[in-house]
């Protein structure tokens, strides 16, 4: 069963000098299929004239976070492991790499977190150590 969840996201790109940090809040859903968890958003912060559906899918050892619209791309994260994507964008199609390091979850019936941290690249330049944070909370 789908539940309705307030999510902020809070994202950190680059080494600490020239660190880029990105926060939204929003509502979305959240809900569990097959030992796994589904957590869908809409993400305006992406390109403010285009929505972009994302869903993050959340299993132990591995988190993928695929997005359609203003943005589409399907990014793998696994600790220890480097995925190379294509995230397709208004200004282009770029490559990006990610080698997690670690995610860490905790999902219970009223709320949960998951930080991924991860170093990333984009079209081969490195852009450093990299953070992805989302919380929520149910509200129904």
Do not use: C
Request: no cysteine; net charge negative; glycine share 8%.
């Amino acid at each position: 069963m789908k539940k309705n969840i307030l999510i902020t996201i809070k994202g950190m790109q680059g080494n600490t000098i020239n660190a880029e940090d990105i926060e939204m809040k929003t509502t979305g859903t959240i809900y569990e299929k097959n030992g796994k968890f589904y957590i869908q958003y809409t993400d305006t912060a992406l390109d403010s004239e285009t929505e972009t559906k994302t869903t993050v899918k959340v299993q132990p050892g591995k988190v993928s976070v695929s997005r359609f619209g203003g943005a589409n791309t399907h990014m793998i994260f696994e600790e220890g492991v480097t995925h190379f994507t294509p995230y397709e964008t208004p200004f282009g199609i770029f490559e990006i790499m990610t080698h997690t390091e670690q995610i860490e979850y905790s999902l219970d019936k009223e709320e949960l977190w998951l930080d991924l941290k991860y170093i990333l690249e984009v079209n081969k330049v490195s852009t450093g150590m990299a953070n992805f944070s989302l919380k929520g909370k149910v509200i129904d």
